[in-house]
């Protein structure tokens, strides 16, 4: 008697939150208590709300309530701990609301700590008893405690769900499989399990190794980010070296220059100097030598002008007289021009060199792996509408359908077209191809070609066939066989002959296919490789008799 007061004293000492003895309690002032740090807990996730509650009895605070401990509860706690007693073991704690009640329990209910499938109810540690000790109990099934029991009955009858509908694909009880779904391929639920949990195994494993793939994946591209950003920072530490060099390399030649300007400047001025020096006495003896004329030119005595007149009337030439007359001096302004020239030369080189440098784009070619279509339906989810353009188009075709079909001029309607830029009897599309692609070609006749080239096919003046370059790849429908040409390589094709040929273009992935189109699709050639710009579509047509046509898959 005395022990189930205890029990009693401990249950009203609890915290209904952590279901354990109260630490630090606090009583709120609808009169429940709570450990200090639990109830904190609870209102620091109302806070938002602005309005917090007691989680047992759901009335509502505002302000938040200031919380001070209960010293009186604090003792009680005290005292039972004393007696050696501590919180009920986790098992038969009470079930909150983020646990599994037990279903037989009165009152306030013990944590579930299983369910049985088999009487639909979930039962505390002492109510589940029964079912270990009792023969009857043996075939029941006991699970975790779940709160889903309810979905295992059958709505309709009330019937314990035990079998499933494989044709169906649900679970049902016996008295649908004899009603609703009688005839149907049925099975026991307990025998489908089995066989998912086999696919589920083989679905884990997968996963397991799609993984462990990814995983590799990302290790690669954080070798890649390591890669690139060293090949980053070498770029700029060489690059900066290079300009460095050419900056000083530049300073020095203009010291060069202003050296070489400034001794020019000295030995000019200093000649110049020089011959003004002579000028400037030869003014001083013109100017003495007139005086003395002047003063002859006064004097009286006739033979005295005579005898002195021949010796002062006697000029003599200057050395320098030729220099008096000198020509327009450019002085430094060539080299001005010189400076300036070297100037725009050094802007258009430096200019090219960063027009290089923006066009080289280093690219990181890594792509997550995307399934290829395999069914003509997946196919013709990337079609694209593709139309010939008159301007490459030789000038022995003749183009119609809205310029997607082509065929051979005969020689009386032999077009003279002076913009036709590829060989006499292709043509190029209209448009430019990226990403993912799918086109079809209706044929007929002896010699047709089907490809897939470069952009640069459009150019003027360039003829060449698709087989005889590296940056066109194409299938030739020849008399009863295929030929795959590429770079003046001829190989041929095994396949079933059919009007209508397939073209899938993967851009990223660097994949071009080529497939014979009838009832099936079957691969007649594959072609792996990197693209560097954009591509477009070829038609050929070699023979009088022959056509070649876009068809329109929308």
Not at 374 to 383: C, D, V
Not at 438 to 455: C, F, I, L
Request: aromatic residues 6%; glycine residues 2%.
């Amino acid at each position: 008697m005395a022990q189930r007061e205890i029990q009693m004293d401990q249950e009203k000492l609890c915290c209904s939150i952590c279901l354990d003895l109260l630490k630090d309690p606090v009583t709120i002032p609808c009169g429940h208590s709570y450990c200090m740090s639990c109830i904190k807990s609870h209102w620091d996730e109302e806070d938002q709300k602005q309005i917090h509650s007691c989680p047992q009895c759901r009335h509502t605070f505002m302000p938040r309530p200031a919380l001070v401990k209960n010293t009186m509860f604090a003792d009680l706690v005290e005292k039972l701990k004393k007696t050696g007693l501590q919180a009920a073991p986790a098992d038969h704690c009470y079930a909150g609301p983020e646990n599994v009640a037990c279903d037989v329990c009165t009152g306030r209910k013990l944590k579930a700590v299983k369910s049985c499938l088999q009487c639909l109810v979930s039962y505390c540690e002492q109510h589940l008893q029964p079912h270990y000790e009792y023969p009857v109990f043996e075939k029941h099934k006991l699970v975790g405690p779940s709160k889903k029991l309810q979905e295992n009955i059958c709505t309709r009858h009330n019937k314990v769900i035990k079998i499933f509908c494989r044709t169906d694909q649900q679970c049902v009880c016996y008295l649908c499989s004899m009603d609703e779904h009688k005839g149907h391929d049925t099975i026991s639920a307990a025998a489908e399990r089995t066989e998912r949990q086999k696919e589920l195994r083989v679905s884990r494993q997968k996963i397991h190794q799609r993984i462990q793939n990814r995983e590799k994946d990302v290790t690669v591209l954080q070798q890649e980010v390591e890669a690139i950003n060293h090949s980053a920072d070498k770029a700029v530490r060489d690059s900066e070296k290079i300009f460095t060099d050419l900056i000083r390399l530049i300073e020095k030649r203009s010291s060069d220059v202003k050296q070489h300007i400034r001794s020019q400047q000295k030995t000019k001025v200093r000649q110049v100097k020089e011959l003004q020096e002579k000028l400037q006495q030869e003014i001083t003896d013109l100017r003495r030598k007139d005086t003395e004329l002047e003063k002859l030119s006064h004097t009286e005595d006739h033979t005295q002008f005579l005898q002195s007149y021949p010796s002062l009337s006697h000029l003599t030439d200057s050395k320098d007289s030729s220099r008096i007359n000198i020509r327009p001096v450019r002085h430094f302004e060539d080299v001005t021009a010189a400076v300036s020239e070297a100037r725009d030369k050094l802007q258009d080189f430096v200019s090219d060199v960063w027009t290089k440098i923006s066009l080289t784009k280093t690219e990181v070619d890594v792509l997550l792996a995307q399934p290829q279509p395999k069914t003509r339906a997946e196919f013709l989810q990337y079609s694209r509408q593709i139309t010939l353009d008159p301007n490459t188009a030789g000038s022995s075709l003749e183009l119609s359908e809205g310029n997607r079909r082509a065929t051979v001029t005969p020689f009386h309607l032999k077009k003279q077209n002076s913009q036709s830029n590829v060989y006499s009897l292709q043509v190029l599309s209209r448009e430019s191809l990226t990403g993912r692609c799918y086109w079809e070609v209706e044929w007929s006749g002896h010699r047709v070609s089907v490809a897939v080239t470069s952009a640069h096919m459009r150019e003027p003046l360039y003829e060449t066939r698709f087989e005889n370059n590296d940056t066109s790849w194409a299938v030739y429908c020849l008399d009863g066989f295929y030929e795959f040409r590429h770079n003046s390589i001829i190989t041929p094709i095994s396949g079933p002959q059919s009007s209508r040929v397939g073209v899938y273009l993967d851009h990223p992935a660097g994949i071009v296919s080529f497939y014979s189109v009838s009832d099936t699709m079957t691969l007649l050639h594959r072609v792996q490789t990197t693209f560097t710009q954009p591509l477009c579509a070829g038609l050929g047509v070699y023979h009088y008799h022959s056509s070649a046509e876009l068809c329109d898959l929308k």
